[in-house]
C-alpha cells in the first residue's frame, strides 16, 4: 500500500502564489509517474500537472506558464508551485501517483488540499 501525505493549499487573494506538496510513503518498488488534478464544486476532476520519473512534463493549458510541477525522486515528492493564480483555479487539488509495490502496479491518491483564489 502507498500513502500519500499532502501539504500547502489555503487561501491565497487574485496574482499571489501558492505551493503544494505531497509526499508517497509505503513499501514503494518505484514510481512512474506523479501529478497533481483538480475539482471544483459542480465540475469533473481534470488533469493539472504531471511528471514522469524522467522528468518528462506535462500541462493543463489553463495553467501553462503559470504553474511548475517538480518532483524529488529520492523522497517520492511532488511539489506544484502556483504563481499568478485566478479565481478560477479555486478547488480541491488531488495529489496522484502512479506507483509499483510488491505484487501491484497501480494509481494512488491524496485526501486533497482545498486552494481558494478570492479577494
Known amino acids: 500500500q502507498v500513502h500519500l501525505v499532502e501539504s500547502g493549499g489555503g487561501l491565497v487573494q487574485p496574482g499571489g502564489s501558492l505551493g503544494l506538496s505531497c509526499a508517497a510513503f509505503?513499501?514503494?518498488?518505484?514510481?512512474?509517474?506523479m501529478g497533481w488534478y483538480r475539482q471544483a464544486p459542480e465540475k469533473e476532476r481534470e488533469l493539472v500537472a504531471t511528471?514522469?520519473?524522467?522528468?518528462?512534463?506535462k500541462y493543463a493549458d489553463s495553467v501553462k506558464g503559470r504553474f511548475t510541477i517538480s518532483s524529488d525522486n529520492a523522497k517520492n515528492t511532488v511539489y506544484l508551485q502556483m504563481n499568478s493564480l485566478k479565481p478560477e483555479d479555486t478547488a480541491v487539488y488531488y495529489c496522484?501517483?502512479?506507483?509499483?509495490?510488491?505484487?501491484?502496479?497501480?494509481?494512488?491518491w491524496g485526501q486533497g488540499t482545498q486552494v481558494t483564489v478570492s479577494s
Open positions: 511528471i514522469t520519473s524522467g522528468g518528462g512534463t
Open positions: 496522484n501517483v502512479f506507483a509499483a509495490t510488491p505484487g501491484s502496479r497501480r494509481d494512488y
Open positions: 509505503g513499501n514503494i518498488l518505484g514510481i512512474n509517474a
